[in-house]
């Protein structure tokens, strides 16, 4: 379906019905939130205030290209076990996807000439880091084994509202070793669980940039759960491309959702969230409506939630406590690359990451990630091509202030450097560059909607694992969150994960 399709697809809504739930933003977490109580016979809305849904899991297309705004290395298309959450949700609204499994997750490309494969073969990515780190093999295979332990109980379980006590009696009385394991993980870090078994500086980097990849810090502020479920389903479930590229997932949950009963509204931006006697009851659109729910859910981000559509003078402390815990990571410059196919080696993977120098991976521009999803679904590109996304960590404070021009200069002078380093894996790529659109922070706040452009919260310390990140239920009644900043946080799956939650916490204080 096409993007002015799509637009036009609402069909126009009686602003004096009251909904059972007001879904403010069509990302994976509001979507998941939305199918599932659609799919409980709740009269849900989803409003959304671009021209599809998606958001961070969005597309675009340009030139017989389309590219995924975001996301493409995809956890939760499993077919087995409990954690393969996106499966699920389109299951449960009647809908599915054809995917393509990947053989690798990433190839690391890392200094000192350190070039890994993580292997969708346990044994074999265990074999390749015996082979790298010979005198480590014992401790490594140690510590990825106490990840599976974590993943383990994660799938043994269904993964639904940790606020909803008959549930947790429920899980706990069916699945007490699973629990138990789960609630001595909570409060840790993978750094802790790391230097248990491995003493290697460079192992321990390894594991650093593990995590990085993903949660955009080192290991000691990485909670375990998360990495459980990371380090193991990637080899359980797998890492599996949807045909036809990421947007798919959030097209078909739509489709799902409208044959459930919900609806969706596009260009539909929600400025206000409106509370009468301290709870939160409706919400305010741009074009000045106001439309009313027993429960109003927030797919926005925390800060855009509690400083743009509350006012920020009356913030709960509950939300400043957690303001002082954790902060918005950076946003991504971001490269959208069309080439010609023989830029790429026979044998390329999907996915790579670059970094030069340990010091720089957590600076800006340092890390580069790159993604190649034509090499699982070539219908993505014309005949001959393929896309390359390449994306690295950048402050919107880098690109504020600039005039339209000196932005455009930015743009392309930032994009040259990433692209001269890309050269090392990707020998010829100036050369074969079809097209290029450029994205930045400003880029990522104007499209996403998203505080600043950022990926998610990010710990401002150390914390205790995942124990302060709060779950769907806000300190304003009546008032959800869901998406990365809700538990668990970032990454399709996971924010699955914040909808199923989210759905089934709304539908026990519904009382269905
Ligand atoms: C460059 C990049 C690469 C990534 N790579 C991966 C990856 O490989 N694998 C992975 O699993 N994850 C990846 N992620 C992370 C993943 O995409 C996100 O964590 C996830 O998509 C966030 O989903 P969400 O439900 O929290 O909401 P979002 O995707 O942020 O969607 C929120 C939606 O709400 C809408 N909205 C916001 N405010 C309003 C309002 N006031 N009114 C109406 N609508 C509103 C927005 O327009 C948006 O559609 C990546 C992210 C980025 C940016």
Redesign the pocket.
């Given at each position: 379906m096409t993007v002015s399709a799509i637009a036009e697809t609402g069909a126009s809504f009686d602003d004096r019905t009251t909904f059972d739930a007001i879904i403010?933003?069509?990302?994976?977490?509001?979507?998941?939130t939305a199918t599932q109580l659609a799919a409980k016979g709740a009269k849900v809305l989803v409003?959304?205030?671009?021209l599809i849904?998606?958001?961070?899991?969005?597309y675009f297309d340009r030139q017989g290209y389309r590219f995924?705004?975001?996301?493409?290395?995809?956890?939760?298309f499993g077919k087995q076990g409990t954690t393969n959450l996106l499966t699920r949700a389109l299951a449960a609204v009647g809908e599915s996807i054809e995917t393509v499994a990947d053989a690798v997750q990433v190839q690391y490309h890392l200094p000192n000439n350190l070039d890994i494969k993580v292997h969708r073969d346990y044994e074999q990515f265990l074999q390749e880091l015996a082979t790298k780190f010979p005198q480590s093999a014992s401790g490594i295979r140690k510590f990825y084994d106490e990840c599976w332990k974590v993943f383990n109980c994660l799938n043994a379980m269904d993964l639904l509202s940790l606020e909803e006590l008959g549930y947790l009696t429920r899980v706990f009385f069916q699945h007490p070793a699973s629990c138990l394991g789960l609630v001595k993980y909570l409060p840790s870090n993978v750094g802790d669980i790391a230097r248990k078994y491995i003493q290697d500086p460079e192992v321990l980097k390894f594991i650093d940039i593990e995590c990085y990849i993903?949660s955009v810090v080192p290991a000691d502020m990485t909670p375990t759960i998360n990495a459980g479920m990371v380090f193991s389903d990637r080899h359980y479930g797998g890492i599996n491309y949807p045909k036809g590229g990421v947007g798919q997932i959030a097209q078909k949950l739509v489709s799902g959702l409208e044959k459930a009963g919900g609806q969706i509204h596009y260009q539909?931006?929600?400025?206000k969230i409106v509370t009468e006697g301290g709870r939160a009851v409706g919400?305010e659109?741009?074009n000045g409506k106001t439309l009313r729910a027993k429960k109003i859910v927030?797919?926005?981000?925390r800060w855009?939630t509690f400083e743009?559509?509350l006012p920020p003078a009356e913030m709960p402390s509950k939300e400043r406590k957690w303001q002082e815990r954790y902060q918005k990571s950076p946003?991504?410059l971001?490269l959208h690359l069309g080439v010609d196919a023989r830029v790429l080696p026979e044998g390329t993977e999907c996915?790579h990451v670059l970094l030069e120098e340990w010091t720089q991976m957590e600076q800006p521009e340092g890390t580069i990630?790159v993604?190649i999803p034509t090499l699982l679904d070539p219908s993505l590109a014309p005949e001959g091509h393929h896309i390359i996304?390449a994306?690295t960590p950048s402050w919107m404070s880098d690109w504020q202030g600039l005039s339209p021009t000196e932005y455009q200069a930015k743009k392309e002078e930032r994009a040259g450097v990433l692209l001269d380093r890309l050269e090392r894996i990707f020998p010829g790529l100036n050369a074969g560059l079809d097209f290029m659109e450029i994205?930045t922070p400003r880029t990522?706040r104007r499209?996403?909607?998203?505080a600043d452009?950022s990926?998610?919260p990010i710990p401002r310390r150390k914390l205790p694992g995942l124990l302060n990140m709060p779950f769907n239920r806000t300190a304003v009644p009546g008032l959800y969150c869901?998406?990365?900043?809700?538990f668990p946080?970032?990454?399709?799956?996971?924010?699955a994960f914040?909808?199923f939650a989210c759905a089934h916490r709304i539908a026990a204080d519904l009382g269905m």
């Open positions: 403010i933003g069509s990302g994976i977490g509001g979507l998941v409003l959304e205030r671009y849904p998606g958001g961070s899991a969005g995924d705004v975001g996301a493409s290395m995809i956890f939760g993903w539909s931006r929600v400025t919400v659109l741009a927030s797919n926005a981000t855009d743009q559509l946003a991504f971001s996915h990630f993604s996304h994306f994205g990522h499209f996403l909607g998203r452009g990926y998610g869901v998406g990365d900043s809700t946080g970032q990454g399709l799956n996971a924010v914040s909808g």
